[in-house]
């Protein structure tokens, strides 16, 4: 019998350095794609944005539209495809409610993309499907991503 359905597996991604940001983004594209909604964990300045902007740009969104949604809340990129991508930072957010506010149910129900930043400040509104990528920060200034499932 093969019970590893009961195990999640843990994922690890390294980027070792700014070079090589881009292939990491197209990387963990093609390791997560069953996934639509994404919460990326991590301390002020660990990279979530710079992350999350190069893999807008290897999903095929233009590179000058992303930006940290930081006073917006969230951002919405188009692909070249016409596919939306929804972009939270929910740094500011002080009350689940506020997220509520902007409609964060009609955005992570689109069916489209969803990538947020700072999800412990609404972490009783996520799905139980969100899948939870954390960003690390070594020493010498490589990020590690981990997220399980």
């Known amino acids: 019998m093969n019970?590893?359905?009961?195990?999640p597996v843990e994922h690890v991604l390294?980027?070792?350095?700014?070079?090589?940001?881009?292939?990491a983004a197209r990387e963990f594209a093609a390791r997560t794609g069953g996934h639509r909604l994404f919460a990326f964990e991590a301390p002020m300045g660990a990279g979530k944005t710079t992350f999350i902007a190069a893999l807008c740009?290897?999903?095929g969104v233009d590179a000058l539209a992303v930006s940290s949604p930081t006073f917006a809340?969230?951002?919405?990129?188009?692909?070249?495809?016409?596919?939306?991508?929804y972009h939270f930072d929910f740094y500011r957010i002080e009350t689940p409610s506020e997220a509520l506010d902007?409609?964060?149910?009609?955005?992570?129900?689109?069916?489209?993309?969803?990538?947020?930043?700072?999800?412990?400040n609404i972490a009783g509104l996520l799905p139980e499907e969100t899948l939870i990528v954390r960003i690390s920060v070594s020493p010498d200034g490589t990020r590690t991503l981990r997220w399980e499932d």
């Not at 019970?3 to 195990?7: R, V």
């Not at 390294?14 to 292939?23: C, F, N, Q, R």
């Not at 902007?102 to 993309?113: A, M, Q, R, V």
């Open 3 to 7: 019970f590893n359905y009961l195990c």
């Open 14 to 23: 390294v980027i070792s350095s700014p070079d090589a940001l881009e292939s």
């Open 57 to 59: 740009r290897v999903l």
């Open 73 to 85: 809340l969230v951002n919405e990129y188009r692909t070249k495809d016409g596919e939306s991508i």
């Open 102 to 120: 902007i409609g964060f149910y009609e955005y992570i129900d689109s069916g489209n993309l969803c990538l947020m930043e700072w999800p412990g």
